[in-house]
T-cell receptor, first 118, second 115 residues
């Protein structure tokens, strides 16, 4: 069975601080995919990134960066110079690849509530 | 604009009544999914469909039913057998081939309250 654990339930920061959201996963699939989603107060989940298990290269997109470490089964998300608009619930998720028992199915972590104060 | 629509945004029902939640997508995605979200929790998979006329149970399918007669539509029925139906329901879709395979895109959700 797959499992995703997000260590922080809630994080509160002041604008312009950097913040890192932790994500640890468990899977028996040899090929899998990791995701981060943002859920603003409106409720709709917004796709942020997908990372393939066979690609450990870290990625940066503007103020967002992701650190994937297969050796520690972690996929952490960092927001640099946080802004009030970053306030949301952030979910880490895991999906198995083709041929695996969890193919096409997302397993979500519990979510981290991020509040950025002005 | 392509996207996923769910209607209505808020739904109220009396206990013992079945209710159907709508989900429509015009992204030409093959796969569609239904998730349930309870306060302070992550999303849990109810049902999913990888192709028209086929669907599979997710982790919490009891008390729910679905159909997939058209590629664009994946309605979810919450039956009276669902013991605790009040929740936020999210529909998603994803392509099954190409660069965006496995990326699920979500609709705005339906908040169901059963009293």
């Amino acid at each position: 069975a797959q499992k995703v654990t997000q260590a922080q339930t809630e994080i509160s920061v002041v604008e312009k601080e950097d913040v890192t959201l932790d994500c640890v996963y468990e899977t028996r699939d040899t090929t899998y995919y990791l995701f981060w989603y943002k859920q603003p107060p409106s409720g709709e989940l917004v796709f942020l990134i997908r990372r393939n298990s066979f690609d450990e290269q870290n990625e940066i997109s503007g103020r967002y960066s992701w650190n994937f470490q297969k050796s520690t089964s972690s996929f952490n998300f960092t927001i640099t110079a946080s802004q009030v608009v970053d306030s949301a619930v952030y979910f880490c998720a895991l999906s198995g690849g083709a041929g695996g028992t969890s193919y096409g199915k997302l397993t979500f972590g519990q979510g981290t509530i991020l509040t950025v104060h002005p | 604009d392509g996207g996923i629509t769910q209607s209505p945004k808020y739904l109220f029902r009396k206990e013992g009544q079945n209710v159907t939640l709508s989900c429509e997508q015009n992204l030409n995605h093959d796969a569609m999914y239904w998730y349930r979200q309870d306060p302070g929790q992550g999303l849990r998979l109810i049902y999913y469909s990888q192709i028209v006329n086929d669907f599979q149970k997710g982790d919490i399918a009891e008390g729910y039913s679905v159909s997939r007669e058209k590629k664009e539509s994946f309605p979810l029925t919450v039956t009276s057998a669902q013991k605790n139906p009040t929740a936020f329901y999210l529909c998603a879709s994803s392509p099954r081939e190409g660069r965006r395979t496995y990326e699920q895109y979500f609709g705005p959700g339906t908040r169901l309250t059963v009293t």
